[in-house]
């Protein structure tokens, strides 16, 4: 199976500007975020997709692979969409450029519910992680997803999903991690789509597919690294390296 992974990236936030420029211990994020793609071996090809000329110029100097957005998107899967339109593969993995610490094992496991020939029904595929500190649940910048028994997604929200109205039952909360896989056609029909309410609403992009009716299939992972969102974030993820030895 041919699998190609791309890193959308666009020099403005408005938690944390110009936040992938912003380096952890002397590298910028999205050279991080490309190495370890990279690293993994599990991509034939591996690109940033951006519109910045500051981005750009960052790949480029340590030998990275860049395309260059033609318009302004909004989402990073639309962003995706445009480069994948003159690519052939069977699987294209949006990669977070926000996400440095990306590892093999949850990418693998993305891409293995699409080796499954049984399972046909599979387009679109991400990753969650158990949420147990409550604090987090209760933070809007987590985003929270409820799974049937299948383990597609029910719903995605920013609020506390499900709402524990019932205290004597154990409820496992999920964390929707912002990597996704698409067959080719997914991908294009998303960008085809126009924005949905819920998504306006939620600012969650994945709940374009479920307003359409397009299922999503969740596989959990354990957590992958450290969420760059704001520059606090920066020393938590120095942190992280400092308490693995990672360089």
Known sequence: MKAIALIPARIGATRFPAKLLATIKGKSVIR?????TVDTHLFHEVFVVTDSDEIEQEIVAFGGKVIRSKKEYESGTDRIAEAAADMDADVFV????????VQKEPLEKLLNVFHNTGDIEVQVASLVQELKDMALVNDP??????????????????????????????????EHIGVYAFRKQALMDFTNWPMTPLEVAEKIE????LENGVPMRMVETTYMGVEIDTPEDILRAEALMEKNGWE
């Open 141 to 174: 910048n987590y985003v929270k997803v409820a799974l049937d028994k299948k383990g597609n997604a029910l719903f995605f929200s920013r609020s506390i999903i499900p709402y524990p109205r019932n205290k004597e039952v154990a409820i496992i909360y999920y």
């Open 32 to 36: 991080r975020t490309y190495e370890s």
């Open 94 to 101: 949006n990669v977070q450029g926000d996400e440095p610490f």
């Open 206 to 209: 994945c709940l374009r597919y």
